[in-house]
């Protein structure tokens, strides 16, 4: 609709559609306002009294919210595509997520940016885009493609590209590298994304600098307070990892810190996570639980989103605005009565044609011949171990006694597996080794291509023979994530995505998902965790303190190898 008959609509009070009898939060004021809504297609034009519509919705008195924002998600973790994606969180009140696609592009380069990007063309979801920065994430690791500073002028002129996604390697950024450099050059004044765990002082001063200014790593307050003191972003993260963020934002109301530099993120949560607990109205309803003004918890879940990725239409509802919005029951639980999308819609949650997917994403497993002899693991009695802290992505290292064979390799004991990371992509043969704890297996492996994010195999198991069987398996049906025990494939996901996706039903995923974890409990892993999320970020050298790479054992806070 032109611009002209908006504000002739607008002036004439003549509705597509109004949504009458709603408490409308309204994020200018902080005011809750009982009126009607008024649109006209996809834009509200105003709100308030006596207007005429060709179709009205009675909210009944339910609370009428800016449709919620992901602030930073990686579609490719879903493992399933855009619509499918689409589908399980709309139902939750997301009508809007800022897209990093720096998974598949870790796998397939430009060509993977572009699928994704076609892949979320016409939904009823909002998809904008980050442009991956780190591809690969460090040189300390093989990834299936790089990303130049040249290469990603192509999606420059893009509408729904906004900016710079995550900076992760900040080692490079604060040494002043010359491919990073170029990079944020090209992006300068626009939305540059931080990824920056327990930076500090003058390293943070120096990336601040650089250009990132945004962060969703945070993990304790004090972190949060000196980042925002620096004038980032804080985007608090509840996926299906890192899980530490009631204490962090109880921490906040205790010492009552502005909040109007904060939003909400999932950056990983899994589809029957989301289907169970919500997806970012999970966020805000754990926001005020915790304390936080419910108003504000809205805010934080649209419109301080909106505003920090300049999305002007987005983020409230006031005349001009489009007409993503989300109808609660309340503003404690957040339970989802109507969603309206993009299009100025209610949401029927019917699929949307799915564009024909390139060649070239279904090709990424190449890996070299694998032998029991390469898996084989010299060992020290004294050994460093990455050891897993629950509920959180950060790790640390332990130097602990280990179990040895006759011919002084390590083997599985006292709560301690083999770990191992392929590469997948280049057939380069590099296989590194660690010992990891917190899986406690016995009697078999788990493996997978969904190693964040360089995307190699990585694998954990107590044995040699299963550990070679599960990654024969996942080479035979083009990646996924697999349970071996003595010798058979107890449950196997394929994505033959990049590894990473697969468009099988939503549903049939589910199901072999939670098949996957019935098998992992099986050979020994704790019920309450979560293994194919947790064996997923082993691999990615950026987070702390210690990770495994096809390179060999790292450690990420000094980002030097460790000799073993």
Known sequence: MKQSELITAALKGEATLVVKNARVVNVFTNEILEGDVALSEDTIIGVGKGFAAREEIDAGGAYLCPGFIDAHVHIESSMVIPDSFSRVI????????????????????????????????????????????????TPFENSGAAITAEDMEQFMRKSRMLGLGEVMDAVSTINCSKDMMDKLRLFDGRPI??????????????????????????????????????????????????????ELITEIVKHGLPTDNMMFCTDDKHIENIRREGHINCIARMAVKCGIDPVQAVKMASYNAARAYGLRNIGAIAPGYKGDMVLFEDLKDFKVLKVFTRFGKPYDGKPTPMPIIPQAVYTSMNMAPISKDGLKLPAKDIMPVICQIEGQLVTERRDLPVCRDAEGNFVSGNGLNKLAVIERHHALGNIGLGIVQGFNIHGGAIASTVAHDSHNL???????????????????????????????????????????????PVDSVLEIQRALLDAAAYIGVDKKSDPLVALSFLALPVIPAIRLTDKGLFDSASFKFIEV
């Open 193 to 246: 994304d931080g990824h920056a765990p327990l930076l500090s002082g003058r390293a943070l001063n120096a990336y601040r600098v650089a250009g990132p200014s945004t962060d969703h790593e945070c993990s304790n307050y004090d972190e949060v307070v000196e980042k925002l003191r620096t004038g980032m972003r804080i985007l608090l993260r509840v996926g299906s990892a890192a899980n530490g963020m009631e």
């Open 90 to 137: 709309m139902p939750h009140g997301t009508t809007t997520i800022i897209a990093d696609p720096h998974e598949i592009a870790n796998v397939c380069g430009v060509a993977g940016v572009r699928a994704i990007y076609k892949l979320s063309d016409d939904l009823p979801l909002r998809v904008m885009f980050m442009m991956p920065s780190c591809v690969p994430a």
């Open 458 to 504: 990585v694998m954990v198991g107590d044995n040699d023979d299963d550990m070679l069987l599960a990654a024969e398996s996942l080479r035979e049906c083009g990646g996924g994530f697999c349970v071996v025990s003595h010798g058979i494939v107890l449950a196997r996901l394929p994505l033959p995505i990049a590894g990473l996706m697969t468009d099988a």
